[in-house]
Structures are given as structure tokens and as C-alpha cells.
């Protein structure tokens, strides 16, 4: 059976209701009242499950987290405003001024710019390295590390990491694992490779049409014996380990990050995500499928194409072997100088200039001028910009139209 035909039927069922509204009810209201005193009391220490306050979570947005926990093998979800505040929630609930973070690989540029600039503010410093540089991560472990944090794919820079490899170094020394699943949905399941929690922007490929802004964070079950949270490292998190047992994550994250940052999912785009769900599967496998033949076409023709699906890319084996499933909708073409890279954009009329990716129509940027445009070269170079570099999100289009496209945009 095809990868992803299993989640074409559950995503359908799990989000159409059988009884009444078959659409997902969008509940619009930022508070919710109690009836008695006695219930408010419950709902506030946990043992009356009902809605307390739309920060802290809204029925329409538990709907979408207990499909994204389903998705993943999580024990449970946290839905939030955008990619970037499931990145700060997954993070900012574990840190302490101190602490160290360990990034592997190229980082989208939010992140990047979180790890490197603001949380070095408040004392967090973080530790860059390429996804091949395993003996250097294993060293640069120490007593203040409580993050290794990894991208599922380099965007833009097309490397791929081992993750079971990764998982494997943050397991042995028990630090919490963390990967950015954004460009890989159903592709790749962090969980099941060893990672302790999962973020996404759902911004991207999961709502997929650029209706709205939101991000997840799926979080693993406690295990009831040993498990590297019940450490000192992590000591923080004890008092709800003893309360809550295997959903300690979850609690911490909404008290510690949601509660306190504020960083929460709207209902109205949790809804939208969900109708980006139902149709995930089908626009992946369309996709990666298409990423395939239009990077090949483009390096047939002589573009300078980066795409692990080709054999000169370094990464093409561990794509083979790793990614069967595609590694998302990217690929970057590098132009060679910024006129050029600028000529090919003015020319091109399918591709929509954009920032965004993962959406159902093809996209294009130039990474130097916009993205990176605060980045200084030796930064630069350790992300892969080059000054011709563009990156493209392939969507749903007919590949031979995109190809046909970008071959008259390049003459
Ligand atoms: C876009 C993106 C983010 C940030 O998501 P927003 O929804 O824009 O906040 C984080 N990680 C990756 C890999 C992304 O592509």
C-alpha cells in the first residue's frame, strides 16, 4: 500500500463529525463560563475536563492537537499561533538562563535568528553544526545542555540529517530532542526515530493555500520507568511528572510557555488547518512525486539544481534510504549572481514570489535580498545562501507547465 493512503482515510474520518455539523464547529469565544463555583474549582486543578480560558486552549483548537498527536504517535498536542510559537513553546518551556542548545543543520531563519540573537539575551546560548558533524555534537555536550534541536530537511541548504543517528546521541547522553517536521509531514515521523518532541509550522504544507498562520507541537508519553526527563537536568518538569504521569509535557508546556507567553492557535485557523488536513496526504504524494521529475528535468537542462533526489547531491544515498517518502516540497536553483537570479524571477509566470512554502501553488525567493538579508557572509556560508540562490516550493501544478515555465524563465 502506498505511504500515504492510510492517512487519506483517517484525516476524513477523524475531522468530519457522523451526527450533526459534518464541518468542524468553530467556537468563538475567548471565555468560557463555569455554571457553579464547585466547576470552576475542577476545571482549574485539572479534574473537571472543560474549557478554562482560550489562551490555555479552545475546543476547535483540541480537535486539530488530537489530530496532530494521532498523526505523529504523540500522546497529546499543543496547537499554537504560528510555526515560530511552536518553536518558542517547545524550547522556552524546558530553558533556563544558562542552558545550552545544540542546532543541528541548516535552520529556517526565524529560528536561527531565535537561537542566535534573543535567547542569547537571556542567557541561552546555542551551539551550531552541520548535520555530518557528529563527533563535534557529541562533544559539545555538557552539563548545561537541555536542547538538541534539528530540522527535518536543511532549508534551504537540501542537507539531510540521519535523525536515528542524532536521536541515538541526544538518548545516550539523555537530552531532549526536538525536530522541526515543517517540510516533512507524513513523510518522516520524528517520534518514531527517537525524537521527545515534534514542531511544526502548519502555515506551510498543512493548512497548504496560505489561508492561515499556525504551528503544533506534538510531545511524547513520559515512560513510566526510566526516562530521561526525570533527571536533574530537567528538574523543572518533576512536579508534573508527579501530577500528571505520562503527559508531563503537555502540562508544562501550556503553564510554562502558553499560559505565560501566550503564543495560542486561534479557532478560527486551528479550522482552516484542519481543512488543509483532510487533503495532506494527496497534495504530498502529488508532490513529491513532482519535486522529483522537475529538479531532474532542470539539472538535464543544465541548472544548477539542489535536490537530494539527484545523484550528485552528497545526501542522495541517506535520501534513498531514509527519505522514500520525498523530503518535502523544496528545491533550490542557483542562478549563479543576484541579476541573474533577479531576471529569472521577473520572467517566470507561474511562480508566485513569496516567502512562504509548502502551499498549492508554486513559490519562489531570492534568499540573499529577503530572508537573509540581515545575515552576515560567514553566516551566510554556514546556511548554504549564495548570492544567486533561489528556493522554490513546488506545488500542485502539472510538473511538465512548471518545467516548461522555469525552462524559458532561465534563457
Ligand atoms: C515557516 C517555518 C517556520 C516558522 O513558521 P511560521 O508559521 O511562519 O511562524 C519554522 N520552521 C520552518 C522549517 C519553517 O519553514
Redo the contacts with the bound molecule.
Sequence with gaps: MNHFEEYCTTFVQSIGSKEGAVSPSVTNSASFAYETPETAEGIFDGSIKKPLYSRMGNPTTAKLENIMAEMDGGIGAVATS????A?ALATLSLLACGDEIISVGGL?G??YALFSETLVRFGIKTHFFDVDALEEIENAINDNTKIIFL?SVG?PNMRLPDITKIAHIADKAAIAFIV?N??TPLSIFPLKLGADIV?Y????IIAGNSSA???CAVFRAINEGEDKFKSLRYKELEKFIKNTGKMALIPNAKKRALRDFGMSANAHASYQTMLGLETLALRMDRIIQSVEIVAQELDKNGINVNHPSLEKHPHHQRYLDMFSNGCGTLLTIDMGSKEKAFAFLNKTKLATITA???DSRTLALHMASTIYRDFDAKEKEFLGITDGLIRISIGLENPQDIIKDFLESTK
Design positions: 504560528s510555526g515560530m510559537g518553536t529556517f526565524g529560528t530540522e532549508n522541526d515543517t517540510i514542531v509550522s502548519t502555515t506551510k498562520l499556525g504551528g512562504n512554502i509548502g
